[in-house]
């Protein structure tokens, strides 16, 4: 979203995919892709790719912890880094602090934490496309296409790759105790079933559980193959009546945005970037969880709580479409764009020059 809207601003743009496309550059919307080369987060190519592309300004939409400072201090780097614990993780403080790299917030909770930290960040939120994301008048006629007419539909969109973080085990436990109670409820569910890095099997929780037929995934192939475009997925959330986003910890948390942008409601743990993100919705409480790799703390969602949550979206949830998109207005990717980036990049390029000389 944001590459096409800077060049259409005027930039020149060169992509690097740092995973996934790999062995020859390629082109997208008119922009030139560059190839990753070994390491999934490009440490051991990007300095020869800057000398290729002789940018003014790189800027990195990652984690910070995962790249190696000693590379992006030779370079005009700026990191767009999502912070997801309590406090800023112990490897994103030491990368910043050993790579000069300048950091920009893409929550208020990470700018708070970074600048908490000793940091001066930028801000500048994630967004989304809302004339893509949008209320459909035809949602009665759309439930019925998807086969959901006449059922409480709860949706989850979260990657199982480490099994933890998304907090699916609690949601799906939650849902368990709540359909219980409400026959007609049906969880949906955008994720892949098991991953290799993720020793949770999904279809095995939701049998164990005893919903394994009021849950329906994604298409496993379109999932893996990256077929699921954007007006397919804003269909998605279109036809759900909450969306459940129960995770441990995010950074923003785009899919809680992309809800309530297509008048979904959403349900979030109170902490990190969920606390601001929650507009109309519901939060939900829960215990620390120390995360090991950070150093810092995450929240380990309540069971009790989501199960609480959903009766309230149950009853209420009908009642805040409208104020659900009105939320999600505030991130539309072009007042994002014209409203954040456009200052931040006139700040970025004196802090780069600054840095130079």
């Not at 062995?23 to 300095?47: A, F, M, R, T």
């Not at 004339?131 to 539909?153: M, N, Q």
């Not at 009105?326 to 970025?348: H, Q």
Request: proline letters at 6%.
């Amino acid at each position: 979203m944001f590459a096409r809207r800077l060049r259409d601003a005027g930039h020149e743009m060169v992509l690097f995919a740092t995973y996934g496309l790999q062995g020859s550059p390629s082109e997208w919307h008119g922009i030139e892709v560059l190839p990753g080369g070994w390491d999934d987060h490009g440490n051991d190519i990007i300095q020869a790719h800057a000398r290729y592309a002789k940018p003014d300004l790189v800027l990195v939409l990652n984690d910070a912890w995962p790249h190696a400072p000693e590379v992006f201090r030779e370079l005009p780097a700026a990191f767009w880094a999502p912070v997801d614990t309590d406090r800023l993780a112990a490897g994103d403080e030491a990368f910043f602090r050993e790579s000069g790299a300048v950091p920009v917030a893409m929550s208020r909770h990470g700018e708070r934490l970074m600048e908490a930290a000793g940091f001066s960040p930028l801000y500048v939120p994630h967004g989304v496309d809302t004339s893509v994301f949008r209320p459909r008048e035809d949602r009665v006629a759309l439930r019925e296409k998807w086969k959901v007419a006449g059922r409480f539909v709860v949706g989850i969109a979260g990657a199982n790759k480490d099994g933890v973080r998304k907090g699916l085990s609690e949601q799906f436990a939650a849902f368990a105790r709540f359909r219980k109670t409400h026959p007609d409820a049906l969880l949906l569910v955008h994720s892949t079933v098991k991953f290799p890095t993720s020793q949770l099997d999904l279809e095995r929780l939701a049998f164990r559980l005893g919903i394994r037929d009021d849950v329906r995934f994604t298409d496993q192939y379109a999932q893996i193959a990256g077929l699921m475009r954007s007006p397919h997925m804003a269909e998605w959330y279109s036809i759900l009546d909450v969306l459940s986003n129960c995770s441990y910890g995010e950074g923003f948390g785009i899919p809680v945005i992309e809800a309530q942008a297509a008048g979904t409601p959403v349900i979030v743990t109170d902490c990190s970037a969920m606390t601001e993100l929650r507009g109309p919705g519901w939060m939900v409480q829960g215990e620390p969880f120390w995360n090991p790799v950070h150093e810092a703390w995450w929240v380990k969602p309540s069971i009790g709580e989501i199960t609480r949550a959903y009766e309230k979206a149950y009853r209420f949830a009908s009642t805040r479409r409208q104020q659900a998109r009105e939320f999600a207005l505030a991130y539309d990717a072009d007042r994002v764009t014209t409203d954040f980036w456009k200052p931040a990049l006139d700040v970025l390029a004196e802090r780069v020059t600054a840095r130079k000389r």
